[in-house]
């Protein structure tokens, strides 16, 4: 239960961060709030031989609202996130925070770290992916690159980044007045057993279309084009519609089964959540 | 099998500096411990979910199990031996735990503590649901988390009784 022996680094910069994990290789990584990072070394499951601490770049700390924008800079930690002013339209980028872990796991976990470490049910993740924002990373020797996070999320734990890459802001680039993040854990705090997201274009009551988003349903968190299909061919913003649609998205995704729950009960929280997650988003 | 590196850190825990030379995987928890003998932050689970590890980076409530040591240096930590003053005499938090029955083996009381010494400077006007949200926060195996719920809103009615009242 203590982490195995590693050297330390502290980085000064991003280039200097991204030069060095460079120059160390696969046996380096970079240490940001370390929520993640450091229980897994606690249980040994990871051995880095470097760790490169990246808490004191104070360029990558930042919330920039703009006037039809968000960006997040990645070494933000969620509780920054859940008190800063978003602006219209990204309520539920706020909101979406209280489901993260517990206060002093928010007080430290940050944006970027979460995107990297890519957990199924990770709330960054289902927000970067309903939400299709860019994930901006940098690599060694001052390259750049923005990658849509539709692209960014491979399975288990796995993204598209390369090994010197770190990424440095999130970004997203329309508003969501009527977008709503739900999810089921049996305790509060706790990994999701599943969690639902919709972004729904409404507007005197009738939707038009709109986007589904899940997690805890496969390695990565997915997007439902069967359920959106429903949002799509309209109606009015109530119940029918929106069982049907959570329907749809049940009988599209195949969870997987585990000792925490089956394939039925998580398919039977997919169509629950749905609806709750489109009730919560026509309120807004 | 080379020596482990060590780490030279210089850390501001409750307002006393220390030099410690550490290895680099020293948990801050640890290193308050067995290093700087301030054996009052508790651990328990050592992977976050327990809270018995719980102290204040620079007034955030954190886990010190989940951060090395390495990581608090240039940040001011607070730990549960800063909350009673010097004679000993109990701190109104510590107060409001020992009259509500906030605590029976006391094992997880200092992360409670600090739990909630952080989140009232914060929060000084938190409900009572507010109060059950953050003590979901942190393990306890004895009192069933009423008693300790009970001990924070009492310190924070208390708190805003006397600010009221020097008003």
């Known amino acids: ?284 | 099998m080379t020596e482990p590196d060590k780490v030279l850190l210089t850390l501001k825990v409750n307002d006393a500096v220390h030099e410690v030379a550490v290895e680099a995987r020293r948990t801050l928890a640890d290193t308050l411990r067995h290093d700087l003998e301030l054996t009052g932050t508790h651990v328990a689970c050592e992977h976050g979910v327990c809270g018995a590890c719980t102290v204040l980076v620079d007034g955030d409530p954190a886990r010190s199990c989940l951060m090395f040591a390495a990581q608090a240096e240039g940040s001011e930590i607070r730990t549960v031996e800063s909350l009673a003053g010097d004679d000993g005499s109990l701190s109104d938090l510590q107060t409001a735990f020992s009259a509500n029955h906030g605590l029976q083996c006391g094992f997880c009381t200092p992360g409670f503590l600090m739990l909630a010494e952080g989140f009232l400077a914060e929060r000084p006007d938190a409900d009572r649901e507010e109060i059950r949200e953050v003590v979901s926060s942190n393990l306890c195996r004895c009192t069933g988390y009423q008693t300790i719920v009970d001990s924070i809103q009492d310190c924070a009615e208390r708190r805003r009784n006397a600010k009221e009242a020097s008003a």
């Not at chain 1, 690599?139 to 690159?145: F, P, V």
């Not at chain 1, 539709?150 to 977008?179: K, M, N, Q, W």
């Open chain 1, 1 to 284: 239960m203590k982490p195995p022996p590693f050297t330390y680094h502290r980085a000064r910069d991003v280039a200097g961060a991204t030069d060095l994990v460079a120059e160390l290789g696969e046996d380096a990584k970079f240490l940001a709030g370390g929520q993640s990072l450091i229980p897994m070394m606690n249980f040994r499951l990871a051995r880095p031989e470097h760790l490169i601490d990246i808490g004191r770049l104070g360029e990558l700390s930042f919330v920039d609202v703009g006037p039809e924008s968000l960006r997040v800079g990645s070494l933000s930690t969620h509780r920054a996130v859940e008190t800063a002013d978003l602006g219209a339209g990204f309520e539920v980028v706020r909101d979406t925070m209280r489901w993260i872990g517990h206060l002093p796991i928010r007080t430290k976990g940050t944006v970027g770290g979460s995107l990297a470490h890519a957990d199924a049910t990770a709330e960054w993740c289902l927000l970067a992916v309903l939400l299709d924002a860019d994930i901006v990373v940098a690599g060694a020797g001052g390259r750049r690159r923005t990658i849509a996070a539709s692209e960014a999320f491979l399975g288990f734990y796995t993204t598209v980044l390369e090994e010197d890459e770190l990424i440095v802001e999130v970004a997203f680039g329309r508003p969501a007045p009527h977008a709503a993040v739900t999810e089921f854990a049996e305790r509060k705090g706790d990994f999701a057993l599943v969690s639902a997201a919709v972004d729904l274009d409404v507007s005197s009551g009738t939707v038009s279309g709109g986007r589904v988003a899940l997690g805890g349903v496969g390695p990565a968190v997915v997007r439902v084009p069967e359920a959106e299909r429903v949002l799509h061919a309209g109606g009015r913003a109530g119940t029918d519609l929106f069982e049907t649609c959570a329907q749809a998205a049940a009988q599209a995704v195949e969870p997987p089964g585990d000792d925490d729950a089956g394939t039925g009960y998580r398919k039977a929280l997919v169509r629950n959540l749905v609806v709750r997650a489109c009730e919560e988003a026509v309120a807004r």
